[in-house]
């Protein structure tokens, strides 16, 4: 009998949190990372920093009083507000997170009152590394960095195209591809920079290496594109799933924007006259309002037709792209080949209804439990919530706008839209099968 992997105790950490929990461990260390970027950044450029870690680590919460006409908001709340999660809750879910011992809490005096703080731990920070992250393991160690490859991959292209990469200045070229190698992988040109003969050996002879540690770069197989493993045509059949849903989408939008205002036009109260008017004219008036009120009901009724038909065809191509995306996200887990049985989309009523079948997963969570979601309330069975849901705080203008209906096919594209984001390019297949 085989026995059950085990899963590590960082994603075990994540996966015990409510939905909730895992948005704020999620914006506190993305913050954590970009201060960590940025001073991995001033350290490559020789300004050095004494401060310690446990101190620069220490990210501002919210400040007491809170009255943020007086004090503003901090960037954790602006990061919290963009996923829903800015709400009167928080300081709870701050104090769940460091009972688990993924966060440490602390204050600091400020010229009004106090700032509240907040610093991952390691354990925090390795849980929401593993809950977050898009890597199926180790990265494969290489000569670039990831802004390194990129540049290094469009000067290979220019080259291919028989021309140079024509930036006036660029700081990646000048102090790491020319600087720090021997002899340089790229050179100044009249046009700008173009990539040296040692370029172009360490481009074809890393190019696997280079690919499989940073998958969304793009960067061209040397062989040419007959050698390239991902078909370009799989990302054109998608994109036109996605352009006629969006079209649908927008005429359906138009046409229920005219129907509204068909339907206020039919049940308009007639004007009131001027008393000193004669009744001929009062009658004109009337009859002019009696017209404009028919032709309201006969649009209203026309623009009812056109929204109900829009719907429903709207909703059929996104189901028809949720499918396509489906096999095209399959067949980059398995590494089979995405264009079988995809086809452009059609726009007939002689429509058999795809199924929408979820085959394998990526091993990747982050991936994995995000279309399993989706995937979930498009076929019309959404899991259920762990912990309160997203709530935004109100604001003047989101008071007044009226609520607006779901858009027609709103869940199927959903969740077309984000495996096509991962699948786009080949970039789920190079993450999974370098």
């Not at 996966?15 to 929990?21: K, S, V």
């Not at 309002?289 to 026309?302: D, I, M, P, S």
Request: glycine content about 6%; some cysteine; charged content about 25%.
């Amino acid at each position: 009998m085989t026995a059950k992997a085990r899963t590590p105790v960082a994603l075990t950490a994540w996966t015990e949190l409510n939905d909730r929990q895992q948005g704020t461990l999620r914006a506190i260390y993305l913050l954590d990372q970009q201060k960590e970027a940025i001073r991995r950044r001033d350290a490559s450029l020789g300004k050095f920093d004494g401060t310690p870690a446990v101190e620069w680590r220490r990210i501002d919460f919210a400040h007491e009083p809170s009255d943020r006409r007086l004090v503003g908001i901090t960037t954790l709340q602006q990061q919290l507000e963009l996923f829903g999660w800015d709400n009167q809750g928080n300081g709870s879910t701050m104090a769940a997170l460091a009972s688990r011992g993924l966060i440490t809490r602390n204050t600091r005096g400020t010229a009004l009152g106090v700032m509240h703080t907040v610093a991952l731990t390691r354990a925090g920070r390795a849980a929401a590394r593993a809950g977050t992250s898009l890597t199926t393991g180790a990265k494969p160690k290489v000569g670039l960095s990831l802004r390194a490859w990129e540049v290094l991959a469009l000067l290979w292209t220019a080259d291919q195209r028989g021309k140079p990469l024509t930036w006036n200045y660029s700081t990646t070229i000048e102090h790491v591809l020319i600087e720090r190698h021997i002899p340089p992988l790229a050179e100044e040109c009249p046009d700008g920079y173009r990539i040296t003969e040692r370029g172009r050996d360490f481009y074809r002879n890393q190019h696997a290496a280079h690919t499989a540690a940073y998958p969304t770069v793009v960067a061209p197989h040397p062989d040419g594109v007959d050698a390239e493993p991902w078909p370009a045509r799989a990302d054109e059949l998608l994109h036109q799933h996605w352009r006629l849903y969006q079209a649908l989408v927008k005429a359906w939008a138009a046409a229920r924007e005219l129907h509204l205002t068909a339907e206020s036009e039919a049940t308009a109260e007639p004007p009131t006259p001027s008393a000193v008017l004669p009744a001929a004219v009062v009658e004109q008036t009337a009859a002019v309002h009696e017209l404009w009120q028919e032709t309201g009901r006969q649009r209203a009724k026309l623009a009812h037709a056109h929204v109900t038909d829009l719907a429903g065809r709207a909703e059929r191509a996104a189901r028809a792209y949720a499918a396509a995306a489906l096999g095209v996200y399959h067949a980059a887990i398995t590494k089979a080949d995405p264009l079988t049985g995809l086809q452009p989309p059609s726009d007939t009523d002689a429509w058999d209804e795809p199924p929408l079948t979820l085959r394998g997963e990526t091993g990747i969570h982050a991936i994995d439990a995000t279309v399993k979601k989706l995937h979930a309330t498009a076929v019309g069975a959404p899991l259920k919530r762990r912990g309160p849901a997203p709530k935004r705080r109100g604001t003047v203008l989101t008071r007044r706008r009226p609520e607006q209906p779901p858009r027609p096919g709103a869940a199927l594209a959903a969740l077309a839209d984000y495996l096509r984001e991962h699948t786009d390019g080949g970039t789920l297949l190079r993450r999974l099968h370098p």
